[in-house]
Structures are given as C-alpha cells and as structure tokens.
C-alpha cells in the first residue's frame, strides 16, 4: 500500500475522521469495525466473517467518517478498491471492537475513554504521525467523540470458532 495514498487519504478527512489500521464488516448493514494490531486477527476475523456471508469492506485499513449529518460511516480504503477490484457501500457505524487473542474468551465493554485513549497508544491510526501537528488534535477530537458515541468492546478469542462466537453476543 503507497503511503502517499494514505497520507492524502488522512489529510482529506481531517476533522471529519481518520483512516484506520482496521477492518470493516457489514453485519446486515451495520458497520462492526474491528481493530488490533498487525497479526491481531482482522483480515482472519474478515475471511471468517466473509465466508459466513458478510460483506468485508475492508482488512487492513479502513475509513471512519462523519458525514454532513452526523452519521459515522466505514468505508473502504482506495488500496482496498484497488487491490480487490471491489467497492463496497459505506455502512453506518454500530460497533468497535479490539480484537485480543488469548484466554479465557470474553466480550467486554469498555470505558469511551480508555477506548480512545487504547486507540491512540497502541494502534495509531494510518499516517498519523505524517499528518500536521494541526491535523492531529483534530482527529484526536473525533476519536474521543467516535468513542463516547458507540459500543467499544475488546474481543478475547482462543480460536476462530471462539472469534465467531463471541462476536454472536454484540449487543
């Protein structure tokens, strides 16, 4: 994937949303953006999810925005539309989830602000650190927005049966 496309990428949506190191899935046209880090399980968490049926809209990194009136959407990447040939719709934002491996398996909400603030630590968003220390504050802004304004689980799973399952118990 060009870094330049990313960076143009981020830059464009500054204050309006943030290109993450994510996945995206429509759940029945509900937006389930996954988030971990690189060998965290999304594209797995994407394949599995895609073979049961599930409209993958993207794996690696995706777009959150806000649109005009206010409604969050993920959308895929220009890398995702290139290298697939495919361009999925947007899909209103319902659920964000951290995906951990590990066990025991469990589903747990999480405070909007540590989700934020895990989030911006541990897995920065996509060309963030190439953004104008102007346009970060702003996008730091609609993380903490983003967060207060939906679910924010972190996912354990042991396996990829346990992956599905307990992303059967989203509220």
């Known amino acids: 994937m060009k870094k330049s496309i990313l960076r143009a990428e981020a830059r464009a949506l500054s204050g309006k949303g943030a290109v993450l190191h994510a996945a995206a899935i429509s759940l029945d046209g509900k937006g389930l953006l996954l988030i971990a880090p690189s060998g965290g399980g999304k594209s797995t968490a994407a394949s599995l999810l895609s073979a049961a049926g599930h409209g993958v809209i993207g794996d690696d990194s ?3 925005s806000r649109g005009t009136e206010g409604t969050w959407r ?3 990447c220009a890398s995702w539309v ?3 040939g495919e361009s ?3 899909v209103p934002l319902k ?3 951290f995906l951990e491996k590990g066990l025991p398996e469990d589903l747990i909400q999480l405070n909007p602000v540590y989700a934020a603030w895990r989030l911006l630590t541990y897995n920065k968003p996509m060309a963030y650190m190439d953004l ?3 346009d970060r504050s702003p996008f730091r802004e609609q993380v903490r927005v983003l967060f207060r304004e939906f679910p924010v689980f ?11 399952e307990m992303l059967g ?3």
């Open 169 to 171: 118990r989203l509220p």
């Open 95 to 97: 659920w964000t989830v």
């Open 82 to 84: 290139w290298s697939t």
């Open 88 to 90: 999925p719709s947007p």
């Open 154 to 164: 972190i996912l354990r799973h042991g396996s990829s049966r346990g992956l599905l």
């Open 74 to 76: 993920l959308m895929p």
């Open 62 to 64: 995706v777009i959150v």
């Open 132 to 134: 104008p220390p102007i």
